[in-house]
């Protein structure tokens, strides 16, 4: 696997930003991915089935550490998102604020800025034409965009740059971080391995947490293969740069302190390891986990479906006072990390900011030799050539606008969404949650079965909408008048909605039957079925948001789960259709380009493993429930025990 990922690095370099995408090796790449992850399942079979690993613990963490060592010098493979991370950190040490400016609005005025300068500062010395002076937070980051190349080339690269930041301020404090030890001067290769570098921190801290709570269980700590060598893990995070490590990296910890405070050590002399007696261990434990939780909220928001399986447990073991303190912390750190994501007053939101910054070309004095910037690379901006600006159009499920621009498109491991240059700043979050969706399968199926006819983006390639045609429009004029939003966007909203009702009743079900689990790995199971779950359900399955649920994949009850992290990995052939075929049918088909991927490849990537987990899932239940067979081997069990006490 190591030589694996030295190959990988090398294949890397061909998707170098500005590469044509029809050069890039997506169906090679992806191949090598998968054949990975399957020997690596086949590490996991292995290790689960010696009675003693023959590898040390160092040694998995060595080669783990290797791994990650050469993925970090790759070139991130089909991403974009990193550029944004970059870019956010910057904002955040020039004092603007991510949530209320965007890329492309100092974009416009670094390179408005040259031609009109003097010309300002003319109408400026006139009588009653005095600007209106801008923060001079904004002020800092356009003089910064237009004297830094680097930083200049960054928000260039940024996908939907006319959105602002919608990642919390506990991830936005890393990236600020990794922003301020990257010198001045340094490429953009270089910010890019100093950020990863970052990321890759947070990986690792995630297998502490991990052999921390095996060791605490009983469990050869050696098995956090699972985490440590999985090329989904080394991919996303080592490669790609994602953030979601700093989430689970809080979120492991969480619910390792929590599993040391409700449940037994691991003894040799005592065979009741990972279990209790109803006691809490420790109280201060209990406010640590907490706070740990609090802050994966307000690194990425996802965590917060952990809440009621952990509370549950809490208030079993420790009374509602225990449990109401433990809400009450994490709810506190949460939302003081999140508070900078709240709209603000009417008189400083999103429209005032936008104005804020285009008058920063009318007020923003020229700052050559200042001292507010040190910057030694005092030259004229450059002209930098990038891919072109994705289609503002929303690209839902491959229509065939965006199976006909398939082979411009930019996103590389990005959603599209709706979004015309030059707008006033929306809130990210908000357009996330109404129009985000990619690698669904359970999620379009019901949003294609709300959505009337007349508006499916591709009515004549949906096969798999087979609710009556009256009951849609029904459906959606009701709910249209009673929500009073646009139409196009109530089909979205009613299945997300839709889903999340069901989600929240399994959540409570999950948090129900393990409130008195007295086995821990019995308990973990309810963990990893609540953050499972809640990825299969929503309507954006990217490969990176799997790393949620895998820190707990060993104490699932279906062994179809782990298949996942092989899976997953298909999502990257869209990028390949896309690409290799464009405007045309693909395998003579009807399907043009991408909308192969949507229609076709994306019920053969889910629909299978979903068949087999449902067999597993009623064989498991069959198995718990004494059947004829079963009490009369246990019948015939106690008889011979008998006998052979008489003899």
């Not at 690993?53 to 970090?72: D, H």
């Not at 922003?179 to 910010?191: D, F, G, M, V, Y």
């Not at 359970?442 to 609710?467: G, H, K, S």
């Not at 990176?544 to 997953?568: D, E, N």
Request: proline share 6%.
């Amino acid at each position: 696997m190591w030589i694996g990922w030295g190959v990988l690095t090398f294949a890397s370099a061909s998707f170098t930003f500005g590469i044509p995408t029809p050069d890039r090796p997506v169906f090679a790449v992806t191949s090598m991915l998968i054949v990975m992850s399957a020997i690596h399942l086949y590490a996991i079979w292995r290790m689960q089935k010696s009675a003693s690993p023959a590898i040390s613990v160092t040694a998995v963490i060595g080669l783990a550490v290797a791994m990650r060592f050469v993925a970090v010098f790759s070139t991130p493979i089909q991403e974009l998102d990193y550029y944004r991370y970059l870019w956010d950190g910057e904002t955040v040490l020039a004092g603007a604020n991510p949530f209320r400016v965007t890329p492309e609005q100092i974009l416009m005025a670094a390179s408005q800025f040259n031609t009109e300068a003097s010309a300002i500062a003319d109408n400026a010395k006139s009588p009653g034409n005095a600007a209106i002076a801008p923060s001079a937070s904004n002020r800092t980051l356009v003089e910064i965009c237009r004297r830094r190349p680097r930083v200049h080339e960054t928000a260039a690269r940024v996908h939907y740059g006319e959105l602002p930041s919608i990642y919390p301020p506990v991830s936005l404090a890393v990236f600020a971080a990794a922003a301020a030890i990257t010198p001045a001067s340094a490429s953009l290769e270089t910010a890019v391995v100093v950020l990863k570098a970052f990321i890759v921190l947070f990986d690792l801290g995630v297998m502490y947490w991990l052999i921390r709570l095996f060791k605490h269980l009983g469990i050869a700590p050696q098995l956090v293969i699972s985490w440590a060598w999985c090329p989904l893990v080394v991919k996303e995070f080592a490669n790609s740069g994602h953030l979601d490590a700093i989430a689970v990296f809080f979120m492991v910890g969480s619910v390792t302190l929590l599993v040391e405070c409700l449940f037994e050590r691991h003894c040799e002399d005592v065979k009741t390891h990972g279990t209790t007696d109803g006691r809490l261990l420790s109280r201060r434990g209990i406010a640590s986990s907490a706070g740990l939780l609090g802050l994966a909220v307000g690194a990425k928001l996802f965590p917060v479906v952990l809440m009621p399986v952990m509370a549950a447990v809490i208030f079993h073991r420790g009374g509602i006072r225990q449990a109401f303190s433990w809400l009450l912390v994490v709810s506190a750190t949460s939302v003081v990390c999140c508070w900078p994501m709240l709209p603000e007053s009417h008189g400083n939101d999103l429209q005032s900011a936008s104005r804020e910054v285009d008058t920063a070309l009318t007020s923003l004095d020229i700052m050559a030799g200042s001292d507010e910037i040190s910057d030694p690379l005092d030259a004229a901006p450059t002209v930098y050539q990038h891919d072109p600006p994705p289609s503002p159009q929303t690209v839902i499920h491959g229509s065939e606008s965006s199976a006909k621009n398939a082979v411009d498109l930019p996103d590389e491991g990005s959603e599209s969404i709706a979004g015309t240059p030059g707008e006033a700043p929306r809130n990210s979050l908000k357009v996330f949650l109404s129009s985000w969706k990619m690698n669904d399968l359970i999620f379009m199926f019901v949003e294609a079965n709300l959505t009337p006819t007349q508006r499916q983006l591709q009515q004549r390639d949906q096969w798999f909408v087979f609710f009556p045609q009256p009951v849609r429009e029904s459906l959606t004029a009701e709910a249209e008048f009673r929500l009073g939003m646009d139409a196009e966007f109530v089909p979205f909203v009613l299945t997300r909605g839709a889903l999340s009702l069901l989600f929240f009743c399994a959540a409570i079900h999950w948090a129900w039957r393990a409130r008195n689990q007295v086995n821990a790995k019995e308990w973990l199971s309810s963990v990893f079925s609540t953050l499972a779950w809640f990825w299969v359900l929503s309507p954006t399955l990217n490969p990176w948001y799997w790393t949620w649920a895998l820190p707990f994949i060993l104490f699932t009850r279906h062994k179809t789960w782990h298949l996942m992290s092989v899976i997953v990995f298909v999502y990257y052939l869209r990028f390949w259709f896309a690409y290799q075929w464009g405007d045309q049918p693909v395998l003579g088909t009807r399907y043009l380009g991408e909308a192969f991927f949507h229609f076709v490849v994306v019920w053969i990537e889910h629909l299978p493993w979903m068949l087999l987990l449902f067999v597993e899932a009623v064989k498991v239940a069959a198995g718990r429930k004494p059947s004829g067979e079963s009490l009369h081997a246990a019948a015939q069990d106690l008889t011979d025990r008998f006998h052979q006490q008489r003899l």
